[in-house]
Each structure stands twice: as structure tokens, then as C-alpha cells.
Nanobody
């Protein structure tokens, strides 16, 4: 079974940073993508960033480009999302997904 588990969320002031982790049981280090998503209050869940396994190509949603960085450590079966210069509009529950499985989410709250 595949099961991602997110951690690292919390409360931070605008301009601050957080690092989210996604530890995955059933992790595959081949070309399977790890994706990060978020659901802001009252909104649908949307993609934030993703990274491929084989060549570590990464992709970002426009609003986070230059502020968020995604990477993966295959030996640890873990993916990360470094979030810098956080803004109040980044407040959301953040999820990771791998091989069709979703984690339970971790809350990120950015105060102004």
C-alpha cells in the first residue's frame, strides 16, 4: 500500500519560511511523480508543485515560483517542500500525493 504522511505545517508570520515533508510508504523512486497540493479555506484543492522521480524535473504553480522549492530524497522515501517568503494567501491545508494516494494534510497558516 502507498501512504504519504505530511508534516511540518504550522503558524508563521508573513515573510517567514516553513519546510514540509512527505514521507511515503510504498514509495517508488522511478519516474512516479510526487505532487504537492493545497486547499485554502472555501476553495478547491489545487496543485502547487510536483517533482518527477527519474530526473527530478520540477514544476511550480505560478504564484509560488521563486518562493517554493520541491525536492525528493529517494533513500529516505521522502519529498520536501521548502516555502519561503510566505504570504497570507498561502494559508491552506497542504497535501502530498504519490501513485494515486493522498496524505491527510498539514495546516499552514500565515499571519499578516
Amino acid at each position: 500500500d502507498v501512504q504519504p504522511v505530511e508534516s511540518g505545517g504550522g503558524l508563521v508570520q508573513a515573510g517567514g519560511s516553513l519546510r514540509l515533508s512527505c514521507a511515503v510508504t510504498g514509495y517508488r523512486s522511478d519516474d512516479r511523480v510526487v505532487g504537492w497540493f493545497r486547499r485554502a479555506p472555501g476553495k478547491e484543492r489545487v496543485g502547487v508543485a510536483c517533482i518527477r522521480g527519474r530526473n527530478s524535473e520540477s514544476y511550480y504553480e505560478d504564484s509560488v515560483k521563486g518562493r517554493f522549492t520541491v525536492w525528493r530524497e529517494n533513500a529516505k522515501s521522502t519529498a520536501y517542500l521548502q516555502m519561503n517568503n510566505l504570504k497570507p494567501e498561502d494559508t491552506a491545508v497542504y497535501y502530498c500525493a504519490h501513485r494515486g494516494a493522498w496524505g491527510q494534510g498539514t495546516q499552514v497558516t500565515v499571519s499578516s
